[in-house]
């Protein structure tokens, strides 16, 4: 009778140890259920594949790995729907349109919207998903010139562009560019995925007023606000 108690507990430690072992396999694997369930809706998503196509073709013009996601779009959208009144908003770098559509979802008009994107493939998905912008093809190089024909008096410059990439000549220039056309007291959004670098990218007349993280992205990202303090 003993020996049968004794097995009996045997075999119910043995359960208990079972037991263990299943959830804690099942906790162990959890993380890495949740990354390859984000995959395969990636995998899934024909605009994320477009847009890898474009980025593994040249890293270095697309600037990012992944798109922006919902938050770091509605963030950049926020913070220019904060600072519009009714003038108009620049988007350089659209790309798929995340942050377009933020924009707009966000209150600024789509007919107070400029979307410059110099990939011909994603400029002809812009104006399709998005009729009432106004989708430029150019680079932010020739933004004095694309404005010129708009006559647009800029409030906010939104911009997804790698500039820490570029040489710091290419920056001064394109940045002199922005700096003209937002005039004093103009808005400049800009983020990037340093979120420790302390080098400083942006001229002098560039004050930056705030400085967040959105961590729901992927990688993680900065979101800097500057102001246009003089000419």
Known sequence: MKKIIIRTKAVSGYLRVWRCCVVFGLLCSLPFMMVYKYFVSLKSNSKTLFFFRKWRHS??????????????????AHLASTHYQ???????????????????????PPGRLIAVEQSTEMVDRLRLAFPDVHVVHGGAE?????????????????????????????????????????????????????????????????????????????????VDCLAISSQ
């Open 59 to 76: 890293p270095s013009s697309v600037g990012a790995v992944f798109p922006s996601s919902v938050y770091l779009s509605r963030k950049l």
């Open 86 to 108: 009714s003038g108009w908003v620049v988007e350089l770098g659209a790309g798929l349109g995340a942050i377009t559509h933020a924009l707009t979802e966000a209150g600024v």
């Open 142 to 222: 020739e933004l004095s010139a694309i404005l010129s024909s708009f006559c647009a008096s800029v409030e906010v410059v939104v911009s997804s562009l790698p500039i820490r990439l570029w040489s710091k000549g290419k920056r001064a220039e394109i940045f002199s560019q922005i700096s003209h056309a937002l005039g004093e007291h103009g808005i400049y959004l800009q983020y990037t995925y340093a979120i420790t670098e302390r080098r400083n990218l942006y001229p002098d007349s560039f004050a930056l007023q705030s400085s967040k993280i959105v961590w729901r992205n992927l990688p993680p990202a900065k």
